[in-house]
């Protein structure tokens, strides 16, 4: 059974604060990582997408792989109040044909 | 350019009626994906379709069944609804493997 875990949260980080996210994955044939954010009541929005080890920035956001420890994580420099909300993460599996597999998510909330 | 289309948004059933949910994707996309959404449960995949007239069952099938249409168009119906159906469903779709997940706008349903 291929799993996805992340901290349900909520995690509270003070505005203009760095946020990290985390995730765990137990398929070892994992190919490709997204992280996604979801607000309440909408549909996820992809933040970002990494295949390779080491990191990935995209403006105030940073990606971060280490297959060999399975771990992905994000990170969020210079936290705003909009950036409130549930963090997904999900992974494809080497098969691919099923889809992504998602954590649960975690909630973030950026206190002002 | 409408992307990800699900209809209808919110429905409520009687325990044992029956409904068909429908989503469109203009994005010319080979795979398409049903997903439920629960508290505390994340995102679970119902049943997918990898490509026009194949369908698979995901993690959690029962009490669903699918139509892959044509490229465009794949709909979830549920012969004959329960409680424990109630949840946010999500169409979603892929171009292929290796690749990020557009979601449509979520049918939020409740059976009664």
């Known amino acids: 059974q291929k799993e996805v875990e992340q901290n349900s949260g909520p995690l509270s980080v003070p505005e203009g604060a760095i946020a990290s996210l985390n995730c765990t994955y137990s398929d070892r044939g994992s190919q490709s990582f997204f992280w996604y954010r979801q607000y309440s009541g909408k549909s996820p929005e992809l933040i970002m997408f990494i295949y390779s080890n080491g990191d990935k920035e995209d403006g105030r956001f940073t990606a971060q792989l280490n297959k060999a420890s399975q771990y992905v994580s994000l990170l969020i420099r210079d936290s705003q109040p909009s950036d409130s909300a549930t963090y997904l993460c999900a992974v494809q599996s080497g098969g691919g044909a099923d889809g992504l597999t998602f954590g649960k998510g975690t909630h973030l909330i950026i206190q002002p | 350019n409408a992307g990800v289309t699900q209809t209808p948004k919110f429905q409520v059933l009687k325990t044992g009626q029956s409904m068909t949910l429908q989503c469109a994707q203009d994005m010319n996309h080979n795979s398409m994906y049903w997903y439920r959404q629960d508290p505390g449960m994340g995102l679970r995949l119902i049943y997918y379709?990898?490509?026009?007239?194949?369908?698979d069952k995901g993690e959690v099938p029962n009490g669903y069944n699918v139509s892959r249409l044509n490229k465009r168009e794949f709909s979830l119906r549920l012969e004959s609804a329960a409680p424990s159906q109630t949840s946010v469903y999500f169409c979603a779709t892929r171009r292929g493997m290796n690749t990020e997940a557009f979601f449509g706008q979520g049918t939020r349903l409740t059976v009664v």
């Open positions: 379709s990898a490509s026009e007239g194949t369908t």
